[in-house]
């Protein structure tokens, strides 16, 4: 499987401030996703990273407040814009196929102060 | 009802014994199925994928899926400590683009 590299692994934020949060994977990828855990919760899906077009958002995530770029098959980042502290959570990024295995990479624990 | 759900546990079992997760899923449509380990502090794991109906092992882990009864579980057999962590079932329902749904996850213990 897949190497997958995430920076940063953790950051302490104050609020109204955004995060960018990068994904770097060691082969070129068709599909890259990311993914919110909540203290104490599953995983949720916020959207799927297409290269050359825009994100797919699952219901409940928007663009304005989850942008996020996919330059290459390789890299993606999403942004965690005008936080609060309802935001801290793990913002994880995942590679595979659709309906497929998927391999998650290490995790961003954000803390929004 | 939720798409995917787990016993809830916590599950202990001791050192050697046989630890049983199990989950149910809503999509009777649903054709791919997954278990992640996931220890504290850290992100999940592939341990485990099923497609067919049946018994499928790998190692001292077994995989089973019923979907005329729409369950799947993971037997860990001669548990170890190294087992201890959460446990999450994946289901990618059928027809909705990308979405995977995970179950709320069950946390297990191994007791030495």
């Known amino acids: 499987s897949a190497v997958i590299s995430q920076k940063p692994s953790r950051d302490i934020c104050q609020r109204g401030t955004s995060l960018t949060i990068q994904c770097q994977v060691d082969?070129?990828?068709?599909?890259m996703f990311w993914y919110r855990q909540q203290p104490g919760q599953s995983l949720t899906l916020i959207a799927t990273?297409?290269?050359?077009?825009?994100?797919?958002?699952e219901s409940g995530f928007v663009i304005d407040k989850f942008p996020i770029s996919r330059p290459n098959l390789t890299f993606s980042t999403l942004t965690v814009s005008n936080m609060s502290p309802e935001d801290s959570s793990i913002y994880l990024c995942?590679?595979?196929?659709?309906?497929?295995?998927?391999?998650f990479g290490p995790g961003t624990r954000l803390t929004v102060t | 009802q939720k798409e995917v759900e787990q016993n809830s546990g916590p599950l202990s079992v001791p050192e050697g014994a046989i630890a049983s997760l199990n989950c149910t899923y809503s999509?009777?449509?649903?054709?791919?199925f997954f278990w992640y380990r996931q220890y504290s502090g850290k992100s999940p794991e592939l341990i485990m994928s099923i497609y067919s109906n049946g018994d499928k092992e790998d190692g001292r882990f077994t995989a089973q899926l019923n979907k005329a009864s729409q369950y799947v579980s993971l037997l860990i057999r001669d548990s170890q400590p190294s087992d201890s962590a959460t446990y999450l079932c994946?289901?990618?329902?059928?027809?909705?683009?990308?979405?995977?749904?995970f179950g709320t996850g069950t946390s297990l213990t191994v007791i030495p």
């Open positions: 995942s590679v595979g196929q659709a309906g497929d295995e998927q391999y």
């Open positions: 990273a297409n290269q050359g077009s825009e994100a797919t958002y």
């Open positions: 994946a289901v990618p329902p059928l027809n909705t683009g990308n979405q995977f749904y």
């Open positions: 082969s070129q990828v068709t599909m």
């Open positions: 999509d009777r449509g649903s054709q791919s």
